[in-house]
């Protein structure tokens, strides 16, 4: 039952990365990478106990270690560029998105040692000295729901806050069950597909949020 869940979840996080990859212009290709990282960790979990424990399975697991320390912080990346076209705000963003994704492979991959657990009727391989939440993802979430917030007042678009609140929360219960964190990414990552698709063309050309555009 939960499997056939993350199955659906996932693959509603694949047609969200499609949509904003059809999306031309803005942080359009950066939501289509975040929605596909999110997707792997969903797929991954559903299939879990149909392959079974293994080499197989635990290397798709490591492989979603690796790609959630070094992608995730793309998240700060999107919303930043749903503030508008600023070369100054690209920056900070890509500054920042880049020490958290240092940040979470220095405190995620030495030492990993995965060990098999499940949970319901999902099976998936987890750090056996796992201590809590990861403070990288936990960070660039807090930025994205700044982020948000900023986007909110700035341009009247709630999206990205609302997604980024609703991530935090479903990451907090997901302690007690997991596949809420894989729901709370997929709200996330239809706040920001929501945001995305308020932009308009401004008369230049460029992809600016509608509130700004002319």
């Known amino acids: 039952m939960v499997s056939t869940a993350l199955v659906a979840t996932g693959v509603a996080q694949l047609l969200l990365a499609w949509a904003a990859l059809r999306r031309r212009g803005g942080p359009g290709c950066w939501i289509t990478i975040l929605g ?5 960790d969903s797929l991954v979990v559903a299939m879990g106990a149909a392959m079974g424990e293994g080499e197989a399975l635990e290397a798709l697991n490591t492989g979603w270690f690796l790609v959630h320390a070094v992608l995730t912080p793309l998240a ?6 749903l503030l508008g076209p600023d070369p100054r705000t690209a920056r900070w963003a890509w500054a920042v998105a880049g020490g958290l994704s240092v ?3 220095l405190t995620t991959l030495p030492g990993l040692e995965l060990e098999p657990r499940t949970w319901a009727d999902t099976l998936r391989y987890t750090d056996a000295g796992d201590a809590g939440a990861p403070v990288a993802a936990v960070l660039a979430i807090l930025a994205l729901l700044v982020i948000g917030l900023v986007t909110w007042r700035r341009h009247g678009m709630p999206w990205v806050a609302l997604g980024a609140l609703a991530v935090l929360v479903a990451s907090a219960l997901a302690f007690r069950v997991p596949p809420l964190g894989n729901l709370g ?3 996330m990552l239809a706040g920001l597909l929501a945001a995305l698709r308020d932009w ?3 008369v230049n050309g460029t992809p600016v949020p509608a509130s700004a555009a002319r």
């Open 36 to 40: 596909v990282t999110l997707a792997y």
């Open 185 to 187: 990414e997929g709200l």
């Open 103 to 105: 940040l979470g492979v």
């Open 76 to 81: 700060v990346v999107c919303g930043a560029l």
């Open 200 to 202: 308009r063309l401004d």
